[in-house]
C-alpha cells in the first residue's frame, strides 16, 4: 500500500526476492548522514533512533525517500490540522459530558498484575504497524495528498485535540489519566519527534514487526520520561493489510507463506516485547485493510480510487492479479485466525505482560454492523486507507474491545457513539485472557 515511491522501493528489494534484510546493517546512525534536506525543514526528530525501519538502512533510499517526503509535506502543510467536512468525526458539545464514569478508574498506587489495569493506570501508549497506524492521507481531500501522514488522529495511538474533536485510545484514556504520554502530536513521519511513541511505518508487513518492535524498545529506553519497570503501557499491533495488498502475490507458494512466516515473525516479535517491555498489555488487531476492500464491491466507488488501488494494493487490484482474489481473500482469514491462535499462547502472559486479541476490525467494512446503506465517509479519498472519522469509529470499536471479556468481543463497526462501553465498578479492569 502506499505510493508510487514505495512502489518502486518494493520492485527494488523485491529483486533480491526481500526486502533489504534487517540484519545486514548497523541500527544507529546520525541523522544529518542521512538527510541533506534536513536544514531546510528543521523539523526535530529522533537523533540516536534513525533507523527505523530496514528500508533506512540504504543510504540512498533513505537520502531520496525522506529528503522527498520532508519537502513534500512542507509544501502542503499540515492537512492534520483540518477538521471539518464529512469524512471528519462532527465535534462533540462543550455541555455533553464525557460518556464514561471516571471516578475509581485509576487505582491509588500502580497494580501489580497486567489482569487488574484500570484504564486510568495506563502511563504510556504505544503503537506498531503499518499505514493506518501512521494515519496516512486521513485527512487529504486531493490524491497529491494522500503520502502526509497524519499521525495525531491515528485511532489507536494519536493524541491530536480531545476526544471531541478526534476519537483516538490515547483521547479516551488521557480523560482517565491526563498525565498519559507516548501519543503521537500531529503529522509527523517515523522519525520525527511529535510521532512519540508511534513507529508504524508505511508498507510495513507482519515480517517488519520484529523490526519495528525493536526499535520502539530502544525509543522508550533513550526517553528520559520512560521508566520501563514502573510504567503501565498499552501497546496496539495492528498488522496484516499490506501481506495481502502488496506481498502475497509475489510468493510462490502463498499458502506455505502464510503458514510458515507470517506466524513466525508475529510470535517472534511478541517475545520480544515480553522479555523487553515489562508492565505492558498488547491489543493485537487484525488489519481490516481486506475486509474494507472487499465491502466495497458493492459499493459504486469514486474514480479517484480506480487510479490508487493498483498502485496501493497491487495483489487485489492489479489486472493481473486479481484472478487470485479470492485465494488471497482466503489467505488472508486464515491469517486472522492465526493472530488469534497466537494471541492464546501460554509462553505470551505473564504477571506484568499480556496479550488481548481485539477483533473489532476482523469484518471491517463500510457498512455498520446492520446497516444496508455505506458509509464512504470512513474511507479516505484512496478508498485504501481510513478517513479522520474511520479513524474516530475504529478508536470507539477498540475501546469497545477493551472493555468487553473475551468471547464476548463485538466485532465490525458501529456508527460513532452509538454504542460506547465504560469500566464499571463491578468490572473495573481492562479486559484480558486471565480476567473474563
Ligand atoms: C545543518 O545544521 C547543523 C546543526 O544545526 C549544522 O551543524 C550544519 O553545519 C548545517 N549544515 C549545513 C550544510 O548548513
Ligand atoms: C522507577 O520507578 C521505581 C518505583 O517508583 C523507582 O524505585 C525507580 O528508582 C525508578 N527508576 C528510575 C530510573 O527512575
Ligand atoms: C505449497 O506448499 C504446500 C506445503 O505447505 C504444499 O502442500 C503445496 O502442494 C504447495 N503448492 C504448490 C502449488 O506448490
Request: with cysteine; charged share 20%; glycine share 6%.
Amino acid at each position: 500500500m502506499m505510493n508510487a515511491v514505495c512502489v518502486l522501493i518494493i520492485l527494488v528489494g523485491s529483486i533480491n526476492g526481500q526486502l533489504l534484510a534487517p540484519n545486514s546493517h548497523q541500527n544507529v546512525i546520525s541523522r544529518t548522514s542521512g538527510n541533506l534536506l534536513r536544514n531546510i525543514t528543521g523539523t526535530q526528530i529522533y537523533k540516536d533512533t534513525i533507523v527505523t525501519s530496514p528500508l533506512d538502512a540504504s543510504l540512498p533510499i533513505r537520502m531520496f525517500y525522506r529528503g522527498f517526503r520532508e519537502v513534500y509535506s512542507r509544501l502542503l502543510g499540515e492537512t492534520g490540522q483540518r477538521d471539518s467536512g464529512d469524512s471528519f468525526q462532527r465535534h462533540v458539545a462543550p455541555s455533553k459530558a464525557f460518556p464514561c464514569p471516571l471516578d475509581g478508574f485509576r487505582s491509588p498506587t500502580p497494580p501489580e498484575s497486567v489482569h487488574q489495569l484500570r484504564p486510568g493506570d495506563i502511563d504510556i501508549i504505544a503503537a506498531v504497524g503499518d499505514s493506518l497506524t501512521t494515519a496516512t492521507a486521513a485527512n487529504s481531500r486531493a490524491l497529491w495528498e494522500v503520502m502526509v501522514e497524519n499521525r495525531g488522529v491515528s485511532w489507536s495511538i494519536g493524541g491530536q485535540g480531545t476526544w471531541r474533536t478526534h476519537l483516538t485510545l490515547p483521547n479516551i484514556i488521557k480523560e482517565f489519566n491526563p498525565h498519559l504520554f507516548g501519543y503521537s502530536l500531529s503529522d509527523s513521519y517515523n522519525v520525527h519527534r511529535k510521532a512519540q511513541f508511534n513507529v508504524a511505518e508505511n508498507i510495513a508487513t507482519t515480517s517488519d514487526m520484529p523490526y519495528n518492535a525493536k526499535k520502539l524498545v530502544r525509543r522508550m529506553r533513550l526517553d528520559s520520561r520512560v521508566n520501563m519497570t514502573h510504567h503501565w503501557k498499552i501497546l496496539t499491533y495492528m498488522i496484516g493489510g499490506n501481506d495481502f495488498c502488496s506481498d502475497v502475490c509475489y510468493q510462490t507458494n502463498a499458502t506455505q507463506w502464510i503458514n510458515e512466516m507470517q506466524e513466525k515473525y508475529l510470535i517472534e516479535s511478541l517475545r520480544y516485547l515480553r522479555d523487553n517491555l515489562p508492565r505492558t498489555l498488547v491489543n493485537l488487531v487484525p488489519s481490516p485493510l481486506i475486509s474494507l476492500s472487499f465491502s466495497m464491491d458493492r459499493v459504486q466507488t469514486p474514480f479517484s480510487c480506480s487510479l490508487t488501488r493498483p498502485i496501493e494494493c497491487s495483489c487485489l487490484f492489479g489486472p493481473s492479479y486479481s484472478r487470485d482474489r479470492k485465494l488471497f481473500r482466503s489467505l488472508e482469514r486464515k491469517f486472522v485466525k492465526i493472530m488469534e491462535r497466537v494471541s492464546f499462547l501460554a509462553e505470551l502472559h505473564t504477571k506484568d505482560f499480556t496479550v488481548v486479541y481485539q477483533p473489532f476490525f476482523k469484518d471491517a467494512s463500510v457498512f455498520y454492523r446492520g446497516s444496508k446503506q455505506p458509509d464512504m465517509n470512513l474511507m479516505s479519498i484512496d478508498c485504501v486507507h481510513l478517513s479522520q472519522k474511520g479513524h474516530a469509529v475504529s478508536a470507539n470499536g477498540l475501546w469497545n474491545n477493551m472493555m468487553e471479556p473475551v468471547g464476548q468481543k463485538s466485532s465490525g463497526f458501529t456508527p460513532l457513539f452509538q454504542d460506547f462501553k465504560c469500566p464499571t465498578t463491578q468490572k473495573p479492569f481492562i479486559f484480558t485472557n486471565a480476567n473474563s
